[in-house]
């Protein structure tokens, strides 16, 4: 008597092998964005609540403009955020593209006596910020 699999029972196996594949594969591969797109949103929220801390620290160089943009290098520089990684240039780790975020600008503002940051998008022209109000109404924080 051999013993085995026949062919048929193989391809079975095999197209029931491949059903799984196609459900799990993009579900592990949303969960992974997800997951990113979360570390993100935490990274920046630590970072703005880095920059409200040195801007209370600083209160009078805020009161001389309507805002003051600061970048992520200069906050690790200060000794305001830990750095997460040694290498010059590249302190802190945008979790998407694995590329440094030390040369992402915060703004800072003040509203009620206290510092308020805002995260700056890249594509965002701050020239004009204070002439239109736009700063007072920028969200702060880039993640909803």
Request: net charge negative; proline share 3%; glycine share 4%.
């Amino acid at each position: 008597m051999n013993k085995g699999f026949t062919l048929v029972e193989l391809l079975a196996v095999i197209v029931i092998l491949a059903l799984l594949a196609t459900i799990a594969v993009p579900s592990a591969i949303a969960i992974s964005s997800s997951i990113k797109k979360e570390l993100y949103c935490n990274k920046v929220d630590m970072l703005l609540t880095d920059a409200k801390r040195w801007g209370d620290e600083h209160i009078s160089r805020l009161s001389e403009s309507c805002f003051l943009p600061i970048t992520v290098d200069y906050l690790v520089e200060e000794g305001i955020t830990a750095k997460e990684n040694d290498t010059e240039g590249s302190y802190i780790i945008n979790p998407y593209t694995n590329e440094g975020m030390d040369n992402n600008v915060i703004g800072l503002y003040i509203r009620n006596n206290r510092a308020q940051a805002f995260y700056v998008e890249e594509n965002v022209e701050l020239e004009n910020a204070c002439d239109n109000s736009e700063v007072t109404g920028r969200p702060t924080t880039a993640c909803p």
